[in-house]
T-cell receptor, first 110, second 114 residues
């Protein structure tokens, strides 16, 4: 089983739609969680950290369910510029390493 | 301020050759991590260095090695290249040795092994 699993997509949605991505992780001891965004042939960039109480940044909302080892990202009012691959990331504290899922590709269409 | 820089941008090598990739962290950052990203996958952790010492290692063969210099820049070396080593190699810098420090990625070096 992969340490971090995501639906690869692609998710094709119209502008203005709400879209949700899900991710599961295998290490129940994990403490820190993130969503990164990666544009085609570019480096990953931190989108937001994910906190236990859930957190929001503009149109983006992240949720964490520790009991189910499940992380989600909700994007409201999708823009063309949101088209990218979204990477679910868990911090492996022992190895001081970020463990990435394979990414979910989002294509927002006009 | 400059972000993380990596060189070269692209590289083409043949099987069996050796390659050295370079990374300069953000000014003031003392930790550098290396990741390999093959097409269609997320980045995979290779090494982390802090204050010139290896602090973490991923599941990569001994053909992969790295080091960090007194100015905190870093090199990743790969010996006896295989076709499967073709990937985007990403360097990330973070402020210090705390594992929860945010990692900022450079643009990567795209390595093609023929």
């Amino acid at each position: 089983r992969k340490e971090v699993e995501q639906d690869p997509g692609p998710f094709n949605v119209p502008e203005g739609a709400t879209v949700a991505f899900n991710c599961t992780y295998s290490n129940s001891a994990s403490q820190s969680f993130f969503w990164y965004r990666q544009d085609c042939r570019k480096e990953p960039k931190l989108l937001m950290s994910v906190y236990s109480s859930g957190n929001e940044d503009g149109r983006f909302t992240a949720q964490l369910n520790r009991a189910s080892q499940y992380i989600s990202l909700l994007i409201r009012d999708s823009k063309l510029s949101d088209s990218a691959t979204y990477l679910c990331v868990v911090l492996d504290t022992g190895r001081r390493a970020l463990t990435f899922g394979s990414g979910t590709r989002l294509q927002v269409q006009p | 301020d400059a972000g993380v820089t990596q060189s070269p941008t692209h590289l083409i090598k043949t099987r069996g050759q050796q390659v050295t990739l370079r990374c300069s962290p953000i000014s003031g950052h003392k930790s550098v991590s290396w990741y390999q990203q093959v097409l269609g996958q997320g980045p995979q952790f290779i090494f982390q260095y802090y204050e010139k010492e290896e602090r973490g290692r991923g599941n990569f063969p001994d053909r992969f090695s790295a080091r960090q210099f007194p100015n905190y820049s870093s090199e990743l070396n790969v010996n006896a290249l295989l076709l499967g080593d073709s990937a985007l190699y990403l360097c990330a810098s973070s402020l210090g040795g705390v594992s929860t420090d945010t990692q900022y990625f450079g643009p990567g070096t795209r390595l093609t092994v023929l």
